[in-house]
């Protein structure tokens, strides 16, 4: 392609609205550009990248088994209604009705759909295990749109479906899943952990995130170093080491200590003069019925309350109720009453006296000692790991990093069959619904996860497997009659051996060329100078690191197709 018969309008300036590296660069790139909040155009370069990663993606698909279909953008109401989603999903759902009232919404994900598909045309064992897949535009009206393609409210992805008669089949596909979208990363040319993640909306009984390591990320995610255990930070388990609980000396008798005005953490702390460590913050959180339950965690921890609702086996909110035995910002364990269950973290074991909230505007209570003075419930892994915690499984130490998520695989189980009555004959002639798994993975977030992990101070640095051109072949002096027509040549020459080359015959200065060159960030760069006019020798640069070398021309063909072959995985 040439430049000057392409469409890559590039940004000098730093967008404005950009929060990250990734989105000013797919803005400043000519990769994309925005229609309306979290809604964007990709244009020709962009459409290349997406292009390549469809491409793996489908190629790995493939190779796992699966096969590929398409869904409708379009899902009526009424299976959403069945699943019980219709409601749960909330205002993140883009809804709408057509001419006869009839309602539907715009799919963000395709577990109704494809379900009833199945129910229509899966019917024996004998058909089973099946795992269909497509990619597709999706849409999620996200609150607040922001990060680019990170948070975006129409995004393109690859979600997948499998149907199996036992979990033991669908360990299988899980598996082969698992390792697909591994290859999928490591083609598309990232470092990523696959970590233990909670099911969220989708449901089901467990599941693993792909998150790529970025500096920026939006997601954290824990890993020993180790014995290669890895979790998202909402599932991540973990244990103390000794000196990072709250223990101290043999409790003494309870006393309360006036504290004005002081109602958080890190104000008790100064206040006393004492480590947050030495104090308990009690939650008070209701479920759906109303039922009051306490949480305590040692105050430099938080609460985590996807963990509190799996222990409790229930959905928790924050506290509503308006009971007069509790000061907000004074709340406590002692004395709430009975019919209050309190829970406890597990760092809380080894206190022996404590910092706690007396249930009374300006007071707190010290030397409170768990075990004596209040009625625990049970304790357990409550809150989120921190910086000198210890692996559960092998006792080393954790490390704590951002990530951005591309991929996540469910095992669904009969979550959704059984709500839809998706049924098959099974070798005994009866009814049983599927086991399901689903497997979703981001085709426009891994573009943008791909920039955020490589760009440098200049542009982009893309990976061959998925830069939208391998080569940037930039003659230094355009005006010149005699260097435009040797450009030509060479450009001709590696079009016809089937090279993608990004070839800029602008008739601007070089400055600006390398400028553009940097900031797209092509894998490799020729360049045709004076040194090619005075012994035809042309400049070759690798963007990853910089490093420069010349080569002759007769050398260069096979020098490109050597670096395709070892840098592009099939």
């Not at 045309?121 to 089973?128: C, E, G, N, P």
């Not at 998150?211 to 995610?221: F, K, M, N, S």
Request: proline share 4%; aromatic share 8%.
């Amino acid at each position: 392609m040439k430049y000057s018969e392409a469409f890559i309008p590039t940004l000098k300036e730093e967008p404005k609205e950009a929060e990250l590296a990734s989105h000013a660069l797919t803005l400043r790139a000519g990769l994309i550009r925005k229609i309306a909040s979290g809604v964007y155009a990709f244009l020709p370069a962009g459409t290349k990248v997406l292009q390549k990663i469809e491409q793996i993606i489908r190629e790995e698909m493939n190779r796992a088994g699966a096969i590929e279909l398409l869904l409708p953008v379009m899902q009526p109401s009424d299976l959403w209604e069945r699943s019980g989603r219709w409601d749960e999903y909330g205002a993140e759902l883009f809804r709408l009705k057509d001419r006869n009232g009839r309602s539907f919404c715009l799919g963000p994900t395709h577990e109704e759909i494809m379900t009833h598909l199945a129910y229509l045309d899966i019917k024996s064992y004998k058909d089973l295990p099946l795992n269909l897949y497509q990619i597709q535009v999706k849409f999620r009206d996200e609150i607040r749109p922001r990060y680019g393609l990170l948070r975006a409210r129409e995004f393109v992805m690859k979600d997948a479906y499998s149907f199996c008669e036992s979990e033991e089949d669908l360990d299988g596909i899980y598996r082969k899943m698992y390792e697909a979208y591994s290859r999928i990363i490591k083609r598309v040319g990232l470092r990523f952990k696959a970590v233990e993640a909670d099911t969220g909306l989708i449901g089901g009984k467990s599941s693993h995130e792909f998150l790529v390591l970025a500096g920026d990320g939006e997601e954290t995610l824990v890993y020993c170093p180790d014995c290669g255990y890895s979790a998202n930070m909402d599932m991540a388990c973990f244990r103390t080491s000794k000196d990072s609980t709250a223990a101290g000396e043999t409790a003494a008798d309870i006393e309360e200590i006036s504290t004005p005005g002081v109602t958080d953490i890190e104000s008790l702390s100064k206040f006393l003069k004492v480590k947050k460590s030495r104090i308990a913050k009690t939650m008070l959180l209701n479920d759906k019925d109303g039922k009051v339950y306490a949480f305590m965690v040692t105050g430099d921890r938080s609460l985590n309350l996807i963990k509190a609702e799996k222990y409790v086996g229930t959905g928790l909110r924050l506290y509503e109720g308006s009971d007069t035995k509790f000061e907000i910002g004074y709340i406590g364990p002692v004395g709430p009453g009975s019919d209050i269950e309190i829970y406890a973290d597990n760092p809380l074991k080894a206190v022996q006296s404590i910092i706690t909230g007396a249930n009374k505007k300006d007071l707190h209570l010290k030397n409170v000692n768990l075990e004596r003075d209040v009625n625990i419930k049970a304790y357990g892994d409550f809150s989120y790991p921190a910086a000198g915690d210890l692996c559960e499984k092998c006792g080393c130490g954790l490390k704590i990093e951002k990530g951005i998520e591309v991929g996540h695989i469910f095992k669904l189980g009969k979550k959704y069959s059984e709500k839809m009555d998706a049924k098959y004959l099974d070798r005994d002639g009866k009814l049983k619904p599927f086991v399901m798994g689903c497997y979703g993975i981001g085709v426009t977030r891994m573009m943008s996860a791909v920039i955020e992990q490589l760009h440098d101070g200049k542009g982009i640095v893309w990976p061959p497997s998925i830069a939208p051109y391998l080569v940037s072949l930039i003659v230094t002096t355009s005006k010149s009659d005699e260097m435009s027509e040797i450009g030509e040549k060479i450009y001709q020459e590696l079009v016809n051996s089937g090279i993608e080359v990004l070839y800029d015959d602008r008739r601007i200065s070089a400055g600006i060329k390398f400028k553009d060159s940097d900031l797209l960030g092509l894998p490799l760069r020729l360049i045709i100078g004076r040194k090619f006019l005075e012994k035809k020798l042309i400049e070759v640069q690798l963007r990853k690191n910089g490093e420069m070398f010349e080569l002759p021309l007769d050398e260069i063909i096979k020098f490109i197709k050597d670096f395709r072959s070892k840098n592009i995985e099939k």
